[in-house]
Structure formats: structure tokens, C-alpha cells
């Protein structure tokens, strides 16, 4: 909607191609939405936003590994829900690498800086174009450019501020957030609950 390139990754070109479809019907006015492979979709993107269940983190990172580049940003979406290995959605499973964030970095290529963010938005929000995303968006990257981008890209969402959050390791506490919030979504039978900080007048 905010005119930037977008394509839409997925094992399976057909269904890349249908959400695609999909994305540009919603839209309502015309947008650039494609659909390619997870492989060729990493191959021609600057930004890299992984979101996959966090059981499926490893085999899609690994399958697409050949295909990143060279100062590319991998921005990793997925939350470590205990729902992705059969448990709740209220609760994280423990991460070996310290969080999900942090596993993506420990298997990409060096050249690609790995950056947290939009984990606690809700895709109800973000899939509805009439809906005001109302959430911040907390980013944790080692690397300042790369948060920088991203930084940049949640400008591009009416209603979402970004926050540099600090380093990559930080992502520990973002991704806890979420299951708080998805238990918030059940007490109060909703299902965007969201996150804004206060207190700090110059969001990037
Ligand atoms: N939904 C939200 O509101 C929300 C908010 C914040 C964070 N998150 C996090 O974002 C991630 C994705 O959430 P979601 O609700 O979009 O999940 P989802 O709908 O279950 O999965 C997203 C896509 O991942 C691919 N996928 C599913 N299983 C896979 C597998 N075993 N191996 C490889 N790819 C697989 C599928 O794409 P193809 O079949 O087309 O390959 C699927 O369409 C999760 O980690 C979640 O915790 C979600």
C-alpha cells in the first residue's frame, strides 16, 4: 500500500502466486504483489521477512540459505509458540540460541544482518487495509544499518511506530511479549491486541 515491491514466498509457486492475488484484490488499487519459490523470492528481495512457524525456521532458512545475497536483511517475524510443537499459544518454548531471533542469525550467511521486528503485530491488522495498525514495533538488530531499513519500513504503516530496541539479543524479551498478548487476545476475546510505548516523543 505504501508503494514499496513486494513478493510473496512460498514452498509452492501456486500458492505464492494465489496469495499474491489475493493481496492485490484486497488492496483495492493497484500495487506491486508478486509470488515466486521461498527460493527465488530471497534471490530478488532486499528485505527478507521470515514468517513461518517457529518449528519450520530451520528447514525454510536452511532450504533458502543459497539463495541470499550479499547486504541483505533477513527480518524474522517468527515466534517460538509453544502452539508450533503442540502446546499453548500463551507460552514460549525455550530457544537453545537465546530466541528465534537469534537461531535465524546463527544459520544465515554473515552477510545477511538479521533483524527482529513486527513480532508482536497482529496479523489481523496487517492483512486488512480499512484497519489502522494500532502497535508499535520494537527492532533489535547487532547491525544499526539494517534497523535502520527496517526502521524505515514501519514507517510505511499507517498507525505503527518503530522503536530501536537495542541488540539482537533483545529479542529474548520481544518475542515473550507476543505470547503475552495472544493471552490478552483470549481474556478479552479479540484478536489484535497490541503494544505502544510511551514516553519517548522521537519514535524513528
Ligand atoms: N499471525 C499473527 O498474528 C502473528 C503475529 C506476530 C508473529 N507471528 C509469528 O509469525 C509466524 C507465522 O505466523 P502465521 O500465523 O502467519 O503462521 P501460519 O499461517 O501457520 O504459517 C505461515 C506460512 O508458513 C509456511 N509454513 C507452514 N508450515 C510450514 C512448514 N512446516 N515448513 C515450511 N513452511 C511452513 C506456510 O507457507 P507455504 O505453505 O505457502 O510455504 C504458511 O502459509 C509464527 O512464528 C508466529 O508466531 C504471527
Known sequence: MAGHQVIV???SLDRAVEAAK??????????????????????????????????????????????????????NVSVPLETAVGGRATRTVGVWAGSAG??????VPKMVSVVTAF??????????????????VLVCSND?????????????IEGAHGFDAGALENSRTVEQITALLVSLNIRYKVKNAGLRITGISHAS
Not at 537469534?102 to 544459520?107: C, G, I, P, R
Not at 544499526?144 to 510505511?156: G, T, W
Open 119 to 136: 513480532n508482536n503485530v497482529s496479523a489481523e491488522l496487517l492483512k486488512d487495509p480499512s484497519k489502522r495498525v494500532d502497535c508499535d
Open 144 to 156: 544499526d544499518n539494517a534497523k535502520r531499513i527496517v526502521l524505515d519500513l514501519v514507517k510505511s
Open 9 to 11: 514466498g512460498s514452498r
Open 22 to 75: 489475493m493481496i492485490a484484490q484486497t488492496a483495492g488499487r493497484p500495487v506491486r504483489v508478486s509470488g515466486l519459490t521461498n527460493e527465488n523470492a530471497v534471490s530478488q528481495a532486499d528485505v527478507v521477512v521470515l514468517t513461518v512457524p517457529f518449528t519450520a525456521l530451520l528447514e525454510t532458512l536452511k532450504t533458502v540459505k543459497p539463495s541470499f545475497k550479499p547486504g541483505q536483511v533477513l527480518v
Open 102 to 107: 537469534e537461531l535465524a542469525a546463527s544459520v
